[in-house]
Nanobody
């Protein structure tokens, strides 16, 4: 079993920055893929960014150039650095850890609220 705990959300003015953290515990594998998704009220949950075990990253077009995903393997923490925040970035941000080995598994955190408002 894997537990994911997000932190770092909050209220920020447009143009501001936040850094989200996702701390993982339990049975972890270096081959896992970790991602951040977000869900605004009344909307579907969308992928924001992902990072694979070999460091490959992928970003939604809406956040490219503003958000950066990174990982600290020693601490089992994945970060989402968010700069140039816009009101449309307001959502609950969720951490996700997926694996296909040794058997398929999919874990989600409880989410952290990010609100961008003046």
């Amino acid at each position: 079993q894997v537990q994911l705990v997000e932190s770092g959300g909050g209220l920020v003015h447009p143009g501001g920055s936040l850094r989200l953290s996702c701390a993982a515990s339990g049975v972890l594998y270096n081959t896992d893929t970790i991602s951040w998704s977000r869900q605004a009220p009344g909307k579907q949950r969308d992928l924001v960014a992902s990072i694979t075990f070999n460091g490959n990253t992928n970003y939604a077009d809406s956040v490219k150039g503003r958000f950066t995903i990174s990982g600290d393997n020693a601490k089992n923490i994945v970060y989402l650095e968010m700069n140039g925040l816009k009101p449309e970035d307001t959502a609950v941000y969720y951490c996700r850890r997926q694996r296909s080995w040794p058997r398929p598994a999919d874990y989600w955190g409880q989410g952290t609220q990010v609100t961008v408002s003046s």
